[in-house]
């Protein structure tokens, strides 16, 4: 069965460091989105993306945030001077109706 | 938005007993996901159901989209069951696709 893929699976990072979290989604899939997971809290959308362009942001994806479809395949999500609140699990999923997700990114800024 | 609750918070199961996991939310779906989490962090598909009744295994579930709310059954439990539930909708009326809101989760812990 086709899976949504990210890596790397754990990325460590100084606070204000720029970070890329890398997503290939599936293939035949239209629809792309990131989300967040703060340890011990629920899972947050951050942005959904759709014909090579966002179509929907959350409060939380402010001007830190920006996400690319660089070559018809990836999909990347950077974060630009992290902080500390940065520290989460990020997800990215891919669908048309159902949302398949991917094993996740833990990003810690220390 | 869409106000999305899941009861009970945290379950304590003995290894081959049944439960019933439910997720209510305030206003009409298009889509409705149910997630286990397991203890890596992984999010696992369960069931894509906005309204019906599935099953897959020892687990099933069940949409009544004009009573907003939702089951997941898990009979037979295995310690492997243990993780989070999240229970996970797309509001609206028209779009099939959008930002799921998810639940705060059943935390399920299945002893031996």
């Known amino acids: 069965e086709p899976e949504v893929t990210q890596t790397p699976s754990h990325q460590v990072t100084q606070m204000g460091q720029e970070v890329i979290l890398r997503c290939v989604p599936i293939?035949?899939?239209?629809?792309f989105y990131w989300y967040r997971q703060i340890l011990g809290q629920k899972v947050e959308f951050l942005v959904s993306?759709?014909?090579?362009?966002?179509?929907?942001k959350s409060e939380i994806f402010d001007d830190q945030f920006s996400v690319e479809r660089p070559d018809g395949s990836n999909f990347t999500l950077k974060i630009r001077s992290t902080k500390l609140e940065d520290s989460a699990m990020y997800f990215c999923a891919s669908g048309s109706v159902a949302q398949h997700f991917g094993d996740g990114t833990r990003l810690s800024i220390l | 938005g869409i106000q999305v609750e899941q009861s009970p918070p945290d379950l304590i199961l003995q290894e081959g007993a049944n439960s019933t996991l439910r997720c209510n939310f305030s206003d009409s779906v298009n889509n409705l996901q149910w997630f286990h989490q397991n203890p890596w962090g992984q999010l696992i598909n369960l069931f894509y159901?906005?309204?019906g009744t599935k099953q897959n295994g020892r687990l099933s579930a069940t949409t009544v989209a004009t009573e907003r709310y939702s089951l997941l059954y898990i009979s037979s439990s295995q310690t492997t069951d243990s993780g989070v539930y999240f229970c996970a909708v797309l509001q609206g009326a028209t779009d099939s696709w959008g930002k799921l809101q998810f639940g705060a989760g059943t935390q399920v812990v299945v002893t031996p």
């Open positions: 293939s035949n899939h239209l629809y």
């Open positions: 993306f759709y014909n090579n362009e966002i179509s929907e």
């Open positions: 159901i906005p309204s």
